[in-house]
């Protein structure tokens, strides 16, 4: 049975949609996926004061008994307007909020749902990650918001940890929260709908951007886990940053991309070429119409060179 408020979001689209954003919001109104999934599908580009940190996708589903959020974003206000939104969709307890992994825009707003009574969820991996990184997070966060020094404060950190599996009843529809292997972190989550069909893939799959090697990266395990997704079929994927879509609309500017370096990077190494010679020589050109191509290709090279150099060692 649909819930009041879910019946009035749903007349106030009919009428021609609720208001663009609410007072004071970071957040424009959510995009409904599937019966019961909503989604904010954020802009490309990097976090600025002008888009708040909003770049990145979020969501939540909705069942007879609870909702379930995926990743509480980038800061408490980000976190609060999530909050707000997801009341003129329904006001069900939210029961458990997933992290999908350790970047800061998937569990700097954690603290705001922590006090709403939420549990946090996340792979113990990514949960030491956090802890380890969250002060640099919050320092870069307020030089890139402009906001005062020591004004945002250290996030909760998720209190129920999944190393395999987890399996949430919302009534009507279940959720199954996976973790499939490393990636752009060491451990991310993968959020399912069977009843939907649609999969929360958080940062395992990009699209319209260039994705971004990190430190903590692995790109050999990164095509691992997106070979492992292959199981849920013809879902609908919601990726970490760009449009919700098939998994082979992600081939390309996913996993073709981390084959690329990592096949280039290990021959590099194996032919004994100096990391700046061979980061000089990819030829990355074929994705270069992703944002952030620029700010994003020398860098990922570079870290890919590392992790090939590493594993000639193994």
Do not use: C
Not at 92 to 99: E, K, T
Request: overall charge neutral.
């Amino acid at each position: 049975m649909i819930n009041k408020s879910l019946l009035a979001y749903l007349i106030l689209l009919l009428l021609g949609g609720p208001p663009a954003t609410l007072a004071g919001d970071t957040l424009p109104p959510p995009r409904q996926v599937s019966p019961h999934v909503w989604a904010w599908i954020g802009p490309l580009g990097p976090p600025s004061r002008d888009n708040g940190g909003y770049r990145m996708n979020l969501g939540f589903i909705v069942g007879s008994r609870g909702i379930v959020v995926v990743d509480t974003g980038y800061t408490p206000a980000m976190a609060r307007a999530m909050l707000a939104h997801i009341r003129r969709v329904s006001d069900l307890p939210i029961l458990f909020a997933i992290n999908t992994n350790s970047q800061p825009h998937r569990f700097m707003g954690n603290t705001v749902f922590k006090r709403a009574g939420v549990v946090l969820v996340a792979h113990p991996l990514e949960r030491a990650r956090m802890d380890r990184l969250s002060g640099q997070y919050l320092a870069a966060i307020e030089r890139i918001l402009a906001l005062e020094t020591d004004s945002l404060a250290l996030p909760a950190l998720p209190e129920r940890l999944v190393s395999e599996g987890l399996d949430i009843d919302l009534g009507e529809v279940k959720v199954r929260v996976r973790h499939h292997g490393p990636s752009h972190t060491p451990a991310s989550l993968v959020v399912h709908v069977p009843q939907d069909g649609v999969v929360f893939a958080g940062d395992i799959l990009y699209s319209g951007r260039l994705l971004a090697v990190l430190r903590d990266s692995s790109v050999r395990g990164w095509i691992r886990t997106f070979g492992t997704l292959r199981e849920y079929g013809s879902a609908t994927f919601i990726p970490g940053h760009g449009e919700p879509g098939p998994l082979a609309a992600f081939e390309f500017p996913t996993l073709s991309y981390l084959q690329a370096l990592h096949t280039y990077m290990t021959r590099m190494v194996d032919e004994g070429v100096d990391v700046q010679d061979a980061i000089a020589g990819m030829d990355q050109r074929a994705w270069a119409h992703l944002a952030n191509y620029a700010q994003l290709a020398g860098r990922n090279a570079s870290w890919a060179y590392l992790e090939a150099e590493a594993a000639s060692f193994e």
